[in-house]
């Protein structure tokens, strides 16, 4: 058995983000330092520099998710691409379509945007999950009609990892002539991405979900799909994203995606593998945990688990000088309300309080998951006392 040998506690949260890998390093390295020039600047050959390594790493992204070159717009992160999604395609209706569908169990960054476009006098329907965290098809057949501008439904769920049948939903948006938006971070690195199979006409990524940088993420935006800008500026990235495009961040976040397409089958049997032995090493000395989500249509790496009696936050406190998991998402975490998500699935309160997520990646090994199990068999002993 492999154990590491520094202090720190096993690193189990790839979904809040991840780290980046050495070859993305090495690849930014010299944007950081010799190659500043700005990509944008026409004029010389520092300019020229950096536009070509801009060029191959849009090439690298776009080729990560099966799109064209000028279908990449460089962002921030998700959280902008999502928003440029949402007010983008609400903002290009001309056609009286003012209706936003989405579903409870939504990212922050597409739930609390929809909501805002409801204040600004849009229709925005949040449809419910199943106890399983799937949407019904039927109900979003129902809701969908000539009024309706987007569907956004993510395809990977952060928190309990449920994979929603995107094929299925783009039919229903295709036949309503809708454009479809899909939050793919999680699914990044994980599942492979293809947006025609997929059918999307919107896809928003972020760079650090897969072992890139921090600040930098993209809108995959279909030729040919209306949206408009929400910051205004330059005339960068098609007029969709003005700034100066970060060179360094790019150049890393092209050669992330690069190396997780090369990796992907690997990386992804990893994880299964290591998921199921964490899962059942829980199931052993635990008895009475309970999995959220939906057993088999799921990210590989990914388990929300709850302890019966024990709140998610006493869990953390109990293993965190060996895990490092987290109370649902990252971004909620810290809040000391049960995860909106469990919420959704239909759990009451006290047991949604209960919910964690351990997530795996790239650089688990099978020491962090023995100690996983060792750590929360103490909370075992706490569950079986509740
Ligand atoms: C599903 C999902 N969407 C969007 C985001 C936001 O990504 P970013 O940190 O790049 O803004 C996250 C990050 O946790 C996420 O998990």
Known sequence: MIRRMNSRPAYLDYQATTPVDLRVRDAMLPYLGEHFGNPHSINHAYGWQAADAVKIARGQVAEFIGADDDEIVFTSGATESCNLALRGAAKASTSGRNRVITVATEHPAVLETARDLGCAGHEVIILPVGEDGLLDLADLERTLDGRTVLVSIMAANNEIGVLQPLAEIARLCRASGALFHTDATQAAGRIGIDVDSWDVDLLSLS????????????????????????????????????????????????????????????????????????????????????FFGHPEQRLPGNLSMGFPGVSADEVIELVSNRIAISTGSACSSGTAEPSKV???????????????????????IEGDIDTAVEALSDVAAIASRA
């Open 207 to 290: 760079a650090h979900k897969v072992y890139g940088p921090k600040g930098i993420g993209t809108l995959y935006v279909r030729n040919g799909v209306p949206v408009q800008p929400v910051v205004t500026g330059g005339g960068q990235e098609h007029g969709l994203r003005p700034g100066t495009v970060p060179a360094p961040l790019v150049v890393g976040f092209g050669r992330a995606c690069q190396v997780a397409s090369e990796q992907l089958g690997e990386d992804a049997g990893r994880m299964s593998q290591l998921t199921m032995r964490l899962k059942h090493g829980i199931q052993r000395t635990c008895p009475s945990v309970r």
């Open 342 to 364: 469990l919420l959704a699935l239909g759990l009451d309160p006290e047991t949604a309080a209960t919910g964690v997520r351990i997530s795996l990646g790239r650089f688990t």
